[in-house]
């Protein structure tokens, strides 16, 4: 296609690219003197030729003072400024750019959030000569976001020990009974119910704050020998449960015993006191006996109920050892564990 009719063929070629983006913006003015969310149009030197008042308010600076600065990186800085900077790649590369969730800064907002869109503005050649940027401010927006995962993350997660609490722990074991039992996988979910060995005699010993400290230390070791898949909460004040999904009773034995060594072994200190700490644990596996689908409700209650079972007769029998229900002596005495006392 030929030179536009309004521009000289005597002109240089920053010349016409000038004229021409001038054209565009005459075009286009309509359109963008509707836009509600910052917008400003730079040309190939990243220089800022036109702009609404958003953008000015965004940037801090009067309208005078925007053509006086013009540099774009300079009004407004983006993580990606300057070598980056979306007004270069959507010139550079003639096609769109977005980028969702930018971070930059600028006279009147130190920390920005952005939602960014560069658009090529190209001449009757198809060349680009500058681009049309848009600027979201969602710095609002991502800290109400901020606020409302910390809102969430408080009522699900135990403050002192950053486990999950136990409203949250029952309702994921909840939902990976009935997804065993969709999957046809129900003997191989097994549950973990962790007591520390003589809790109350270290608070009595050593007070509370120590007593927290172990609490941390247990906490910290158990999500670090869970897997991804699995999930670790905080059950009572020194209990812990464990949902190990996909895992048969050998494994289920496999993990305890590992903890439960890293537990006898671990040295923690409080207040320059190394304070010894052990630990008993009673694992339940399968939630059917063959005799059709559980009620994923009951069954919920009869895994806790077995594995807790079996902590019972660790802790009746030594302490400092796993149990398993499946291989308890048969009593019937045991199918209802007696009250536990606090240690």
């Known amino acids: 296609m030929g030179t536009p009719n309004n521009i000289s063929p005597s002109l240089s070629k920053s010349d016409e690219s000038k004229e021409a983006l001038k054209a565009w913006l005459s075009l286009h003015r309509p359109l963008l003197d509707v836009f509600l969310d910052a917008f400003c149009v730079v040309d190939t030197s990243n220089t800022v030729v036109d702009f609404n008042e958003a953008f000015t308010e965004l940037t801090g600076e009067s309208y005078r003072k925007v053509l006086k600065i013009g540099d774009f990186c300079t009004l407004l800085t983006t993580q990606f400024c300057p070598a980056e900077c979306p007004a270069h790649q959507a010139i550079s590369q003639n096609k769109p750019v977005r980028i969702d969730e930018i971070k930059g800064r600028s006279k009147s907002f130190p920390e920005l959030q952005m939602i960014l869109a560069a658009v090529p503005i190209q001449n009757s050649a198809g060349q680009a000569i500058g681009a049309l940027l848009t600027i979201r401010n969602v710095t609002a927006e991502s800290e109400l976001q901020k606020k409302y995962e910390e809102r969430k993350k408080e009522s699900i997660v135990d403050g002192l020990t950053q486990l999950f609490n136990k409203t949250y722990t029952e309702g994921v074991l909840l939902r990976s009974v009935k997804a065993a039992i969709r999957q046809g996988d129900s003997h191989k979910l097994s549950v973990v119910m962790c007591d520390i060995d003589h809790f109350k005699k270290v608070n009595d010993t050593h007070g509370h704050q120590a007593g927290d400290a172990v609490l941390i230390a247990v906490a910290k070791i158990i999500k670090e020998e869970a897997r991804d898949t699995d999930l670790v909460g905080r059950f009572g004040g020194e209990e812990f449960l464990c949902i190990l999904n996909s895992t048969d009773r050998e494994g289920a034995l496999i993990f305890c015993e590992r903890f439960r060594k890293r ?31 559980p009620d994923p409700i009951a069954a919920v209650k009869d895994l806790v109920g077995r594995a807790d079972t079996a902590l019972y007769f660790a802790k009746a029998n030594g302490r400092n050892r796993c149990c398993q229900f499946e291989t308890l002596p048969s009593n019937d005495s045991l199918k209802t564990p007696p009250k536990k006392n606090a240690a």
């Not at 006898?264 to 059709?292: C, K, M, Q, W, Y």
């Open 263 to 293: 537990i006898e072994s671990v040295r923690i200190e409080h207040a320059g006191t190394v304070i010894p700490v052990t630990i008993s644990l009673g694992t339940a596996t399968s939630l059917s006996d063959g005799n059709g689908r």
